[in-house]
Nanobody, 126 residues
Framework: VQLQASGGGLVQAGGSLRLSCAAS????????MEWLRQTPGKEREFVAA?????????YYDDSVKGRFTISRDNAKNTVYLQMNSLKPEDTAVYYC???????????????????WGQGTLVTVSS
């Protein structure tokens, strides 16, 4: 699976962006998906996760809960991250990752995904 993230850019604090991560191949629905982010000098941090099916309850880091929404469209082989009420501290490179899992409704948070996307930069100005 190849992952291509897009949708990053420059936005003012309080604004919104929607990130997309398009997957190649025909087995996208076999993978639970996550969004991670990284700022210079810091380790990558978890943002959000969604199950293979999109069912169950997506999982969010406390720092984005209530502001970000992860979703997926398996027919389009794409996972999304809707980001609202953006803050300067959300500035980072955002990565999507994929992890194969047998349970279609299981949300997976892992430090060892099977695949990584290349990242898309989000800059939030104050």
């Amino acid at each position: 699976v190849q992952l291509q993230a897009s949708g990053g850019g420059l936005v003012q604090a309080g604004g919104s962006l929607r990130l997309s991560c398009a997957a190649s191949g025909r087995t996208f629905s076999s993978y639970a998906m996550e969004w991670l982010r990284q700022t210079p000098g810091k380790e990558r941090e978890f943002v959000a996760a969604i199950s293979r099916s999109g069912g169950g309850s997506p999982y969010y880091d406390d720092s984005v809960k209530g502001r970000f929404t992860i979703s997926r469209d398996n027919a389009k082989n794409t996972v999304y991250l809707q980001m609202n009420s953006l803050k300067p501290e959300d500035t980072a490179v955002y990565y999507c990752t994929a992890k194969s899992t047998a349970d279609p409704n299981k949300v997976v948070v892992t430090s060892e995904p099977d695949y990584w996307g290349q990242g898309t930069l989000v800059t939030v100005s104050s």
